[in-house]
T-cell receptor, first 113, second 111 residues
Framework: EAQVTQNPRYLITVTGKKLTVTCSQN?????MSWYRQDPGLGLRQIYY???????DKGDVPEGYKVSRKEKRNFPLILESPSPNQTSLYFC????????????FGPGTRLTVL | QQQVKQSPQSLIVQKGGISIINCAYE??????FPWYQQFPGKGPALLIA?????SEKKEGRFTISFNKSAKQFSLHIMDSQPGDSATYFC??????????FGDGTTLTVKP
């Protein structure tokens, strides 16, 4: 089944404890992206990758890191999480090198205490 | 700076009615305008999309109307059904990798 998977789906952590949210797609898509969703604010883009080894900042990159060493994986790293990063996170992928039709993962709900 | 403004924030429609959600954008470099549908506990899923070389696109009960000069586009849901109750997001993107979403509209279709 063609899909985007994220792990973990739920995570409660404490301020300052490094964490990684994994994202993997099995559709051989070039483009991958991370978004955060907060009530009333829609989806805001954190980082995106147009192809392997090429990543760039979205609208809200502060406090986040990403890497794209393989085509299928695009992990989101929070080196020192803070409570304002409590949010619902979505990974997405698209066939071409631009956003286009994006396929979203099921989401990761993160709570930082 | 919000590049895509979406309205209304919430919408209640009777079954069989027409639901209309509007979006306005600022960046003239945008060339792809999708609408996503999101059910509770799920990720957004593409509903319908349009490029600026056409003024309207219809897929079943869903229609996008696009006004390039006004920098506005809208989603029309004809014969709205309770199963259409969801959150709808408009979005816009260009050749660069950025993708900008509206704040979302929560649609409730009453039986």
């Amino acid at each position: 089944e063609a899909q985007v998977t994220q792990n973990p789906r739920y995570l409660i952590t404490v301020t300052g404890k490094k964490l990684t949210v994994t994202c993997s797609q099995n559709m051989n898509h070039e483009y991958m992206s991370w978004y955060r969703q907060d009530p009333g604010l829609g989806l805001r883009q954190i980082y995106y990758s147009m192809n392997v080894e090429v990543t760039d900042k979205g609208d809200v990159p502060e406090g986040y890191k990403v890497s794209r060493k393989e085509k299928r994986n695009f992990p989101l790293i929070l080196e020192s999480p803070s409570p304002n990063q409590t949010s619902l996170y979505f990974c997405a992928s698209s066939l071409g090198t631009g956003p286009g039709e994006q396929f979203f993962g099921p989401g990761t709900r993160l709570t930082v205490l | 700076q919000q590049q895509v403004k979406q309205s209304p924030q919430s919408l209640i429609v009777q079954k069989g009615g027409i639901s209309i959600i509007n979006c306005a954008y600022e960046n003239t470099a945008f060339d792809y305008f999708p609408w996503y549908q999101q059910f509770p506990g799920k990720g957004p899923a593409l509903l319908i999309a349009i490029r600026p070389d056409v003024s309207e696109k219809k897929e079943g009960r869903f229609t996008i109307s696009f006004n390039k000069s006004a920098k506005q586009f809208s989603l029309h849901i004809m014969d709205s059904q309770p199963g259409d109750s969801a959150t709808y997001f408009c979005a816009a993107s260009g050749n660069a990798g950025k993708s900008t979403f509206g704040d979302g509209t929560t649609l409730t279709v009453k039986p």
